[in-house]
């Protein structure tokens, strides 16, 4: 079995803060691959200010060079809107690969607004990444009243592939404060720098970006 973290997010842009989170998760839970699943559009988002998907995904794929980091847009491809819906269409598409869900500790006070959230704790476990002056456990009550008795030591997360669902860990790294929205403050065109590339999907294969019916898919 592949073991496999899922990042789910816009990536508008990703920066070295995704990338960094990652790699420490990859570490700590001791897996083969992390995919960063680039949203075709969050629900619970705003689109004003939102890049193309193929912009974002190219900015991703940057970002994740020379790394065992997958920037993926399949969501897009299995035409999921919903995590929990992206989340079984994965793990019937792939049988071969024990996933992980990976959150920012932010999104915990958020995820009882998420469709079906408690059937995603179900499908798979959770890792949660703490984020700088945040504590998930306190801001994100309705959540952890819930999810609490589920919660694992951390010092047992590299034995995530036996936990029986649902399971919880709480991950803990050096803050790391980068963020999208001071990127985008900072160059409000950033988009342009990936406005013509074209980009192959390194799991689903497909071409993305401006020109892409030019070459073979």
């Known amino acids: 079995m592949i073991t496999t973290g899922l990042l789910g997010g816009s990536f508008n842009p990703a920066h070295g803060g995704h990338r960094a989170i990652s790699l420490n998760a990859m570490k700590a839970l001791g897996l083969d691959e992390l995919w960063w699943l680039v949203s075709p559009g969050n629900p619970l988002k705003t689109a004003a200010g939102m890049a193309p998907l193929h912009i974002r995904a190219a900015s991703a794929q940057d970002q994740s060079r020379r790394s065992p980091i997958k920037a993926t847009t399949i969501e897009q491809t299995l035409g999921t809107r919903y995590t929990v819906d992206t989340l079984a269409a994965l793990q019937r598409r792939y049988p071969n690969r024990r996933f992980i869900w990976i959150m920012g500790a932010d999104n915990l006070q958020q995820l009882p607004q998420w469709r079906e959230w408690r059937r995603i704790a179900h499908l798979m476990p959770i890792a949660i990444i703490a984020r700088p002056s945040y504590n998930g456990r306190t801001h994100a009550a309705q959540a952890m009243g819930w999810l609490r008795p589920y919660v694992r030591s951390a010092d047992q997360k590299l034995h995530w592939t036996n936990w029986r669902t649902p399971a919880l860990v709480f991950l803990r ?9 001071t990127l985008r403050q900072a160059d409000p065109r950033w988009f342009e720098h990936y406005a013509r590339r074209v980009i192959r999907d390194p799991v689903t294969h ?12």
């Open 206 to 217: 497909r071409l993305l970006g401006l020109g892409k019916r030019k070459g073979k898919a």
């Open 173 to 181: 790294f050096s803050p790391d404060a980068r963020s999208a929205t």
